[in-house]
């Protein structure tokens, strides 16, 4: 299994504790009159996670808190910045035909970690993060 698929599937598991936390703090506080399990469950969670994922990696230049740690990043493919576009539309694509579209792009998810049905639905591949090299 390459680094990058490695790395990208430690930031998934991150960023999905992060967004539970976050959806627990969101229950406890702003939701806290609301009663219904089924409404925590199928709406408080998605939204939290969906909302959050597209203010990181347009906030952090294509780096979620997960990407941050583990050393990768969400890049334009073209090497622009990411537009607010590009992001909507991989979140979006990723958290629903992304599911079922997944099988034709495992052999290569494994061999290099890059690609994904949601990278070129928005033109975006995921590469190691850049290190800031010191010259002296």
């Not at 979140?91 to 792009?105: A, I, N």
Request: glycine share 6%; hydrophobic share 40%.
């Amino acid at each position: 299994m390459h680094s990058t698929t490695k790395r990208r599937i430690g930031a998934y598991l991150i960023n999905q504790a992060v967004y539970a936390g976050l959806s627990v703090i969101m229950e406890k506080t702003v939701l806290r009159r609301v009663k219904s399990e089924v409404v925590h469950a199928v709406v408080t969670q998605p939204t939290v996670s969906f909302l959050a994922e597209i203010a990181q990696l347009k906030l952090l230049n294509g780096k979620s808190i997960g990407g941050q740690i583990c050393g990768i990043q969400v890049e334009s493919e073209h090497g622009l910045p990411l537009t607010t576009k590009q992001v909507v539309r991989r979140t979006v694509y990723r958290d629903t035909v992304s599911l079922f579209k997944v099988r034709p792009y495992w052999k290569s998810f494994l061999e290099d970690g890059q690609r994904l049905p949601e990278d070129d639905f928005a033109q975006t591949i995921v590469r190691l993060k850049k290190e800031k090299r010191n010259e002296a």
